[in-house]
């Protein structure tokens, strides 16, 4: 049932990386709507590259529109683009209109997706799997490198599964040596990705062409998450 909307003077900008896979945008305005169905106030969105609008586009069209501006980063890791792309431009951004905008925490690896996933796959016939493994996208940033590492080590310690690997989208490669040599057949893969863009769907594919997969899809995909963001926004509010 969707709740009607009662206050119009509040609103929430959810913020994607952007893609050139048209179905990554066409899952952000697809999450925008489920939202919408969950909260009262009006939901737009915008996206750091590729994908408009610009983050500086959205919020010069809207700025002096609502009396309250939540920024939401549909990000997973604490990388450049969270660092710089986010928290640095929204502050500079906020100068600049003399208004404050208020970024909202992002989901939490730990805290809000690793039980969820955890529940996913237990209720999944997944004692027959060899392997775990994990992926983000290419950063330069030791941060991301550390939280894929530590979410991916205490997913599998939680699911009682050996051999984990994690790694960057682009290593699929040195990740097949690793399993040809411990000999796995079935593996549970698990791009950690908000939505299904080239990126995702390039580790997928990649994979998929050597082993049996038990494919966990984007988090955006799980209503699971959508009701945590959508907790998150109304306690923001």
Do not use: W
């Not at 392997?131 to 080590?153: E, G, H, P």
Request: hydrophobic share 40%; glycine share 2%.
């Amino acid at each position: 049932m969707i709740i009607k909307k009662l206050n119009k003077e509040n609103a929430i900008i959810l913020c994607g990386h952007g893609s050139k896979d048209s179905d990554y945008k066409n899952e952000i305005l697809g999450l925008k709507i489920k939202l919408e169905k969950n909260i009262r106030y009006d939901v737009l969105n915008c996206f750091i590259e590729i994908n408009k609008p610009s983050i500086e586009d959205c919020l010069e069209e809207i700025i002096y529109k609502y009396k309250k501006i939540l920024f939401f980063p549909l990000l997973l890791f604490d990388g450049k683009h969270m660092i710089s792309d986010i928290k640095e431009k929204i502050n500079n951004l906020s100068q600049k209109f003399e208004k404050k905008i208020d970024i909202v925490n992002k989901v939490s690896l730990l805290k809000d997706v690793l039980p969820n996933i955890k529940d996913i796959i237990t209720n999944s016939q997944y004692k027959e799997y060899d392997a775990l493994i994990t992926s983000c996208s290419f950063s330069k940033n030791k941060t991301v490198f550390n939280q894929l590492r530590n979410y991916t080590n205490k997913l599998s310690t939680s699911l009682n599964i050996q051999n984990k690997i994690f790694h960057f989208v682009g290593d699929e490669e040195v990740v097949l040596s690793q399993l040809k040599k411990l000999r796995i057949k079935n593996i549970i893969l698990h791009p950690v990705f908000f939505f299904n863009g080239y990126l995702f769907k390039k580790n997928i594919r990649y994979f998929e062409k050597y082993f049996k997969t038990m494919q966990i899809f984007p988090i955006s995909h799980y209503d699971q998450i959508v009701q945590i963001i959508s907790k998150k926004l109304i306690r923001s509010i």
